[in-house]
């Protein structure tokens, strides 16, 4: 365990990184042995010096002044000098090449010489230039000339010697200000602040160097420390860490002061003159320290990020160690007191002696609580260390859930064992009631004198107390053994059961004893009387009486009586008034407090079973998707299933980590304000589209489940997460969650009606009905095979649903009735903004989602050629559509009116758009003629191109509604339905989905009319039968008995609520679209829509169906799991 810890561990550091210093940056420190520390007296004899001046091409200047003792130099000091000298100034200056400066104005010929001859050498350096002022004596000077051009080649100097005679000279060669005061410049220099600031600046940078270097063997001695095995030792090393830590800072602070001194000091000429100017090698010095301070403070801050990573690793050590030690003791405690609980086992010999036991059981129930909740603080703390990414969390994790899952097994026994104890003391109490009362009756029977039991009456009394004894037998006698036996099997050892046979042998007794006694006492009890016929009572006599009726008696109430007086009568309703007032206060703050109760516990159950979700997504994640990649688990994948790990879970993992991390963390903040949740959905409704993505993949991933639901990885996948169910009830989750929303939010708004969220909560609602409609149609869209187009140019997909379609084509003024049909097609039509599509349902083969039907492309209509007519004869659900002047004419029927109202509403809506978009282009292209339908008083139409209107009919003319189509405006009739775009189907057989979310109403084949309907002559009696032979097959719902196959909750009071099992029996079907349904297990009756009753009573026994029927809007969710939303 501590190896692994330790393994664990070593990520949290290897070392710490450390800034490397720059030789360049602290003047060569590694290459150059010399310092100014240690040639300082050299250095004070000034026979050179760096003045910081520079040449014109940035060569730096030194200086040999007048000094008379040059000679006395020996050739070490001389040459460490100029070796020093020739380091200080930067690379890039020095490869320049150095100026010598060499004074000798007040010497001889034989002091330059003896200078010249020195230099050339032991320069260590390049030279650029050498310039000497010679002696201004006029012999020397002479002199000077002579010989120098005699001697000029013993210097064997590779750069001119020029030789100067005045300071006038110099400065054609060097500028004023690059040169100190004692030659002609005006440049400030003091040597001994020089000196002082070089041994300083070294000094500083060795120190930072040394700094750097402890620094590192330290981290690099943490970094290699073994994590101690015990308490004390882990204590002991984070303390001595934390001393060594503290003392390495104090060294940090140390250098860091001494550098911002030396920082101070070089600034001190600018501060003390803001116009004085440093020379180079001042602005070097400077630049050196600033570089040296910033490089200590990032070792500083690298050191400091270390060691948080060290200390954190100790502490967390520190913390396993406690946590190691902890669990040590609670495991001990928790098998102690499973052991002491084990022993609580005996059920007593008497009500006493259990109760004893029980009363010892209670006491140390205590002490077993104690334990537990330290287990419990224990796991928790463990959860804390995980949540805290804790670098032994594997070695947690196993002992959190072991402390758990003994604390369960604990808690579970102690239950069972005072179960076991109320169980025995409550037998033990029955024997001794039973007993006491067996005892009881025999001392009553032996109480009985005989010779006042002989007359009538002392036969009588006696009776009459056998018969009070007796009335107590049930509270007191004993049951049936063989109840006994049963109810209290886990408690009944031998000797409890002896004891039960003894009690209940002698009740048996008691109980003959009782019945001989009255056998004898009724006979001496007899009276000889006139027997009495006896009369059956009127039926009447069972009547209620009106006058006893709670009606009535409220009315009597509510009046006054005639004979009190007026003012009795009015004090009395000035009071009643006053109670209605304080009753209608006090009942509006209640039913203000239920509604807050209501919202809570909708908002309770949205956060319990989000949270739910949120860990069935990651056990199915951790328990198959992963194994999935897992080597060992790589034999058991069949072949149909390797690399399909997208395929089988889609984007699961996409929308678990949105759940998980953003979703449910937002919905808790809402629970103190559930009213307000609506916000919520409305922020993250982006955010939910992942789920059409999800339900998109749906069918491939059922296809492959199916595939593959028998291989032995699923089995052993499910074995060790011990999951009653298999995993695609797990991936039907996402399916059912998105469609729970919807369910919540409108109990929520249910509640919310007067909050200051109810606004949100119905845009929130209506949001996510649009979510599952916009997947569900694009579902169906996809379903559509024979289209040749491509779908992407139709437009916005508006609406889809099933109808039954009749059509109707003329030829010049005849109408073709060979294509009029007498039954009609049934057609699922696809609205968009541009085209609406024909197309034929296919049957449904296979199971779950390729039970899906598929749409067959049969024709499509341009929405730019097409117009409408509102009403058609016969049926207020049927409506035309018609083309080309009325010469193709589509009379469709939908299931129900409200749908057909949805449907020519929508459709205008799309012939306005284009009316209007006509009546633009033409005010833009006034050449341009558009033909628009005359205004009239005939059927309500409307196409953007010209139709025959002439054709129409006069009696379809009176029978149709009016439109108003002027220039500026369309005057469309609103709906007078419910307004609702979902309706139920009503006679046709089951039809699976081809969706996740089945909306009712649109995507259900529509109820076809009866054969003896009229058709306004689009047939007639002696006519042929052309009905679309793909159409025959269709189902109809009969009367009779069913078996229910799913649950169906009402979605008003006057519709019936089935459940699974039960059997109904169909009465008669209404004339709207309804069945009047007689439940013979329930005894209820009631209405059911025939859609719903062919998905509760179809066949199909390899799906399930869980409805979510509230309100108009609701929708089914077809699956192919049984398992239920959490």
Known sequence: MVSKARRSASRWDSGMPMVPLKPNDIMQLDSSPLRAADIT??????????????????????????????????????????????????????????????????????????TLLRIAGSFPGNLQLVLVLRPTTLLQRTLSDILFKFNKDEFKMKVPVIMLSSITELHAYIDHSQLTKELGGTQEYCHEKWISHRTAIEGFALMVKKTAQILQSFGTVLAETELPNDIQATSVLLSTHTNKKDKMKEDLLVALNQGSRLLESIN???????????????????????????????????????????????????????????????????????????????????????????????????????????????????????HNSHYAEDSVQPKCMELRAVSENVSSNLRTRKDHLLKAMELHHCLERASKWVDDGIYLLASQPVDKCQSHEGAELALKELEHHLDNAEQNQLSELSTIWREYETVLNQQFRDQVEKVFQKQVSMQEMFD??????????????????????????????????????????????????????????????????????????????NLAVLRRHVMNELLETERAYVEELLCVLQGYASEMDNAAMAHLIPAPLQNKKEVLFGNMLEIYHFHER????????????????????????????????????KPRSESLWRQ???????????????????????????????????????????????????????DALTSILGILKAVNDSMHLIAITGYEGNMSELGK?????????????????????????????????????????????????????????????????????????????????????????????????????????????????????????????QQKAPDQVFQFPPVSSGPVSLSPFKSGQKSFKRGEEKKAEPCSLDADSCSLPKSTGKGSPTSPDHKTKRQSDPTPFGFKGWNKTSLSLDASEEHEGYSSADEPLNSDPEDDG???????????????????????????????????????????????????????????????????????????????GSGNLSTSSSCSET
Not at 565 to 576: A, R, Y
Not at 830 to 847: D, I, V
Not at 1080 to 1095: D, F, M, P, Q
């Open 268 to 386: 001190e000429p600018v501060v003390r003159d803001p116009d004085h100017n440093m020379n180079q090698d001042e602005l070097e010095n400077l630049a050196t320290v600033q570089r040296l301070l910033s490089q200590l403070d990032e070792t500083e801050r690298a050191f400091d990020e270390f060691w948080v990573r060290h200390q954190t690793k100790l502490q967390q050590c520190l913390q396993l160690r406690h946590f190691e030690h902890n669990y040590r003791e609670v495991r001990a405690l928790l098998d102690q007191v499973s052991e002491k609980l084990a022993t609580f086992s005996e059920v007593g010999i008497s009500p006493a002696h259990a109760d004893h036991i029980f009363s010892e059981l209670s006491t140390y129930e205590e002490r077993v609580c104690e334990v537990l909740g330290r287990a419990s603080s224990l796991a928790c703390d463990g959860d804390d260390m995980i």
């Open 708 to 762: 593959c639901s028998d291989c032995a990885f699923f089995q052993e996948c499910q074995k060790k997460l011990e999951h009653k169910l298999g995993l695609d009830s797990y991936l039907l989750k996402p399916v059912q969650r998105i469609t729970k929303y919807q369910l919540l939010l409108k109990e929520m708004l249910k509640y919310s009606k007067s909050c200051e969220g109810a606004d949100d909560l119905q």
């Open 516 to 593: 001989k006694r009255r056998v004898s006492l009724k006979k001496l009890a007899a009276k000889q009387t006139r027997p009495v016929q006896p009369v059956a009572p009127r039926p009447e006599a069972f009547i209620k009486s009106p006058l006893s009726s709670p009606a009535h008696i409220a009315q009597q109430e509510r009046k006054c009586s005639e004979a009190d007086s007026g003012d009795s009568c009015e004090k009395g309703n000035g009071q009643l008034q006053n109670g209605d007032n304080n009753s209608r206060h006090a009942s509006l703050s209640e039913e203000e407090e």
């Open 797 to 921: 997909l508006l609406m889809q649903g099933s109808f039954s379609v009749w059509t109707e084509h003329k030829k010049g003024h005849a109408k073709v009735k060979d294509l009029a049909r007498f039954k009609p097609m049934q057609r699922h039509l696809f609205l968009h903004e541009k085209t609406l599509l024909f197309c034929k349902r296919r049957e449904e083969n296979g199971e779950g989602y390729e039970k899906a039907p598929s749409y067959s492309f049969k024709q499509s209509l341009n929405m730019s050629a097409v117009g409408i007519t509102e009403n058609a004869k016969g049926d207020n659900k049927k409506f035309e559509i018609w083309c080309n002047s009325r010469e193709e004419v589509y009379i469709v029927q939908a299931p129900t009116a409200e749908v057909k109202t949805t449907w020519v509403n929508e459709i205008r809506k799309v012939l306005t758009t284009q009316l209007e978009a006509c009546r633009a282009s």
């Open 41 to 114: 007296p050299d250095l004070k004899k000034q026979f050179a010096f760096l003045s910081g001046g520079r040449g014109d091409t940035g060569s730096p200047i030194i200086v040999f002044p007048e000094f008379p003792a040059f000679g006395e130099i020996t050739d070490g000091a001389f040459h460490n000098v100029l070796t020093y000298l020739t380091s200080v100034p930067s690379l890039s200056s020095t490869g320049v090449g150095f100026i010598l400066v060499i004074d000798r104005r007040q010497d001889r010929w034989a002091a330059v010489k003896g």
């Open 662 to 697: 953003t979703f449910l963390r937002e919905l808790e903040q809402y629970t103190d304000c559930p009213e307000l949740i609506g916000r919520c959905f409305l922020e993250r409704m982006t955010d939910l589209q992942i789920y059409e993505k999800y339900c998109h993949n």
């Open 1034 to 1112: 269709g189902k109809k719902l009969c009367a009779g008995k069913y078996t229910v196959t799913g649950d169906y909750e009402n979605a008003d009071a006057q519709e019936l609520s089935v459940k699974s099992g039960d059997v109904v029996r169909l009465v008669k079907e209404e004339d709207d679209g309804h069945w009047f349904v007689r439940n013979l297990s329930s005894s209820k009756e009631g209405l059911i829509a025939a859609a719903n009753l062919i998905t509760l009573i179809g066949k199909s026994k390899s799906c399930q169906s869980l409805t979510s029927s509230e309100g108009s």
